[in-house]
């Protein structure tokens, strides 16, 4: 792997339920990021972070959240997964200014 | 809002042919990538762009940035086969960390 994990690598969900994604490093980035890839959409921000508890909102936030409480730990949450939640998920790590992303190898989670 | 915007979104094209994919984007920034993607894959990094008039170059495939301009190009030369895949480019704003993605070319390559 590319030193970034994602837990599950599968999930189906039922509507209206939390679910809680995974992504942990093993190479102390500094930034983490979670995207989603839809067909037509490529790829989506949903949040980032830019440190321990520093997170921020990305182009598709709504319905979700995040948390950073460790350097290695970025977890994704749909507070009550709806359909539209259908999608792979992809987790990235990135070292520094101008560096580039380190993709997981994504999540697929459908939501029924 | 960081708009990227990609063109073709998808391209057909003969091996040994010449193409270009093109890559815009709306707001000031002078930090470009450029992934590939394979089918059912994770997506993997080709080029880092860094500033205006970088030029990158592995194999058949050479990037550009122009920053005045706002356009990166992915300039594929005599394809092959193996170059079949979808190909991100990716805007790091320069006001925050938030890192856009255009849609995606998906290539495909014909013998």
């Known amino acids: 792997d590319a030193g970034i994990t994602q837990s599950p690598r599968h999930k189906v969900t039922e509507t209206g339920t939390p679910v809680t994604l995974r992504c942990h490093q093993t190479?102390?980035?500094?930034?983490m990021y979670w995207y989603r890839q839809d067909p037509g959409h490529g790829l989506r921000l949903i949040h980032y972070s830019y440190g321990v508890k520093d997170t921020d909102k990305g182009e598709v936030s709504d319905g979700y959240s995040v948390s950073r409480s460790k350097t290695e730990d970025f977890l994704l949450t749909l507070e009550s997964a709806t359909s539209s939640q259908t999608s792979v998920y992809f987790c990235a790590r990135k070292e520094s200014w101008g560096s580039p992303l380190h993709f997981g190898n994504g999540t697929r989670l459908t939501v029924t | 809002e960081l708009k990227v915007e990609q063109n073709p979104l998808f391209l057909s094209m003969q091996e040994g042919k010449n193409y270009t994919i093109y890559c815009n984007y709306s707001t000031t920034s002078d930090r470009l990538y450029w992934y590939r993607q394979d089918p059912g894959k994770s997506l993997e990094s080709l080029f880092v762009?860094?500033?205006?008039?970088a030029v990158k170059q592995e194999g058949r495939l050479m990037a550009s940035l122009d920053t005045k301009a706002r356009l990166s190009t992915l300039h594929i030369t005599a394809a092959v086969h193996d170059l079949s895949a979808t190909y991100f480019c990716a805007v790091d704003t320069n006001r925050d960390d938030k890192i856009i993605f255009g849609k995606g070319t998906r290539l495909h390559i014909l013998p």
């Open positions: 762009l860094l500033s205006n008039g």
């Open positions: 190479e102390n980035h500094r930034y």
